[in-house]
């Protein structure tokens, strides 16, 4: 078990040396994130926006149907009340109308909910009873850091693991270590924990810079978002172990990855959230695994959230994580024939 553990250790380190060693891929890891948050911060400063956001709980009635043929209005339904409040108070809702408690929610301080309040005055039928909900607006790049936290997790775990593992097969360096007293488990670990270790100290890096310069809220543990970056290195890590278990071409190896990144890019709220996409869509991208660890990051950092709160994705995450670790262990292959 020593023995194990020390061949662990030195091809860990070996690992993380010929990283550190490749200045561009060091330079790409650690300031591409950041110069994304600073680059989105800077573009979308301000309060304005494009159009009103009214958020609806349950289904809207027919006397609020006028409200659907308003072009400047965007109508959100939520089953969730208290994330649907959550929102008001972040400024991401401009208002949000109860019809069946006969009331709305509105953040005085939101400079848009007084237009959005009077435009549904004008179109209400029956008396509404105003409730308030102060709260803080949060920023794009604050909303975005966490995607943009979870993109590097994800093109550093693929490319780094598995991009990597292909190129060491083809170049015969795995039919070297084959040779050695290394076992397929033991170059697996070593792989993951290394790539986990960079991944997670680059996230650090980029949160603790985007928290001093831009100011990016922490409302909830950091320690909680320290385990969900860990987590989701782990799992994108696994992912990539398994694309490489067994693929010998480096061509087919990058198209792969990118047919899998790119998707999840888009449709795990990197960039935008996707409230308002048919309902088909947001099923789907709630499966993807990048997307329960932006959102497990978002509501640690921005909504206060705590373990019991994000325990459920953190479960989803690592269940993912193990199931691609025992594929890839599974059908890994040292040769490339």
Not at 77 to 95: N, T
Not at 101 to 110: F, I, K, L, M
Not at 263 to 274: A, E, K, T
Not at 288 to 315: D, F, K, N, S, Y
């Amino acid at each position: 078990m020593r023995d194990s553990l020390r061949r662990i250790a030195a091809l860990f380190y070996a690992r993380n040396l010929e990283f550190v060693r490749d200045r561009a891929a060091l330079v790409w890891n650690m300031a591409v994130p950041l110069l994304l948050v600073l680059g989105f911060s800077l573009i979308f400063t301000g309060n304005q926006k494009p159009l009103l956001q009214l958020g609806v709980v349950g289904t809207l009635p027919a006397a609020y149907q006028a409200l659907e043929t308003i072009p400047q209005l965007k109508l959100i339904k939520y089953e969730d009340l208290a994330s649907a409040q959550l929102k008001v108070r972040h400024h991401q809702l401009d208002l949000l109308l109860n019809p069946a408690g006969g009331n709305y929610w509105v953040n005085p301080d939101s400079p848009s909910g007084g237009l959005a309040e009077y435009l549904l005055k004008q179109i209400s039928m029956a008396p509404l009873v105003r409730d308030i909900l102060p709260g803080k607006a949060i920023r794009y790049g604050d909303w975005l850091l966490p995607g943009v936290i979870g993109m590097n997790l994800m093109f550093s775990g693929l490319f780094g693991v598995g991009y990597v593992i292909v190129r060491y097969r083809k170049n015969g360096v795995l039919k070297r270590l084959r040779a050695t007293p290394l076992t397929a488990t033991e170059f697996l670990c070593a792989q993951l924990l290394s790539r986990v270790a960079i991944t997670l100290v680059v996230s650090l890096l980029v949160f603790l810079v985007a928290y001093w310069l831009l100011g990016t809220p922490l409302l909830g543990s950091g320690w909680l978002l320290l385990l969900i970056t860990l987590l989701g290195g782990a799992a994108m890590a696994s992912l990539g172990l398994l694309v490489a278990a067994r693929i010998q071409n480096e061509e087919l190896a990058s198209g792969l990855l990118n047919l899998i990144s790119l998707p999840m890019m888009f449709l795990s709220g990197v960039w935008f959230s996707l409230e308002g996409s048919p309902p088909w869509l947001q099923a789907v991208a709630a499966r993807l695994p990048l997307t329960q660890i932006i959102e497990a990051a978002r509501a640690v950092m921005l909504e206060g959230a705590g373990w019991q709160e994000v325990t459920g994705m953190l479960t989803q995450i690592g269940l993912f994580t193990l199931c691609c670790v025992t594929l890839g262990a599974a059908l890994f292959r040292w040769n490339a024939k």
